[in-house]
């Protein structure tokens, strides 16, 4: 009776095959869906997409036909790309290595630049504040099993004699600070050390931010914050589906440049904000980055 009833199903199942779900010879559009093309033409898919307006000048990057939406920005934009439309909730600022060890005038001499940037990068702050968007602190922040993982190419970077005594990890003494006193520099860009805080004013701009919820503080391993299959950057905006970001920090050619890369590949909107973003490096390297 068992095997009957069987047959009488598998044949039933060759006498009314299912239809397909989609029609192969348009496969990606029906599997997918598609945006609504009313407002200008659409690069992507409905899950993922641009709209191109006014004569593809203005770049709509809120994928509002599947997610909501409160009150798009609209920005100039300096390069090829004129206008950008963005969505506050999906939007975020993401600062890259603001800190001691690369701002402190007494241990980065040469980085004029990036202290320059520092009031831009504050006015810029209070704007992503006021928009409700958050304000992604990406650091270099080092612990004990990085210490071990890390390969041999980044230790002799950081090294300032090719040995491990100088590279990270490594005790950097203590400075004299303005008033006299000396300041513990801590182990270089170790977690909690005085020498991975933000420089300066940014550094009380990053507490209180996120003391009150607007920002986030992310460390990272290596110089890209989003290196690698997973990330705490990347876990946080996966998880809150954050689409555009917009790039600053320090060096620009290096870790700004490496983290705004992966972003790109991982797919992410990515805005690089020229007037708080420097580099140590020469001149030929910014405009590269440019």
């Not at 009957?4 to 997918?32: C, E, K, R």
Request: net charge negative; proline share 5%; hydrophobic share 40%.
């Amino acid at each position: 009776m068992f095997l009957t009833i069987l047959m009488s199903i598998a044949n039933v199942a060759l006498a009314s095959p299912t239809p397909q779900l989609y029609d192969s010879s348009n496969s990606i559009t029906a599997l997918t869906g598609t945006a609504n093309a009313s407002a200008g033409p659409i690069l992507g898919n409905y899950y993922n997409y641009w709209t191109l307006r006014s004569n593809k000048t203005v770049y709509d990057l809120t994928r509002s036909d599947r997610m909501p939406v409160t009150s798009p920005k609209v920005i100039p934009m300096m390069a090829s790309r004129r206008t950008a439309i963005i969505e506050p909730s999906r939007s975020a600022l993401v600062i890259i290595d603001m800190q001691n060890f690369f701002l402190h005038p007494q241990l980065n001499p040469a980085a004029t630049g990036g202290r320059k940037a520092v009031q831009p990068t504050l006015n810029m702050i209070d704007g992503f504040r006021a928009n409700g968007m958050k304000v992604l602190w990406t650091n270099w922040g080092l612990d004990n099993f990085d210490l071990v993982t890390i390969p041999p190419s980044f230790l002799e970077d950081f090294s300032n004699d090719s040995t491990m005594a100088t590279t990270f990890g490594s005790d950097m003494g203590t400075i004299e600070a303005a008033n006299g006193s000396l300041i513990a520099v801590g182990r270089k860009l170790m977690r909690g050390s005085w020498n991975a805080q933000p420089w300066g004013k940014l550094y009380d701009a990053q507490v209180a931010g996120v003391a009150s919820g607007t920002d986030l503080y992310f460390n990272k391993n290596r110089l890209s914050g989003l290196w690698g299959t997973q990330t705490p950057l990347g876990l946080y905006l996966q998880e809150h589906e954050i689409t555009t970001l917009f790039f600053g920090g320090v060096n620009s050619d290096q870790c700004v440049w490496g983290t705004l890369l992966d972003a790109y590949y991982k797919g992410f909107d990515v805005v690089y904000v020229d007037d708080i973003a420097a580099t140590v490096s020469p001149d030929a390297a910014a405009e590269m980055v440019r």
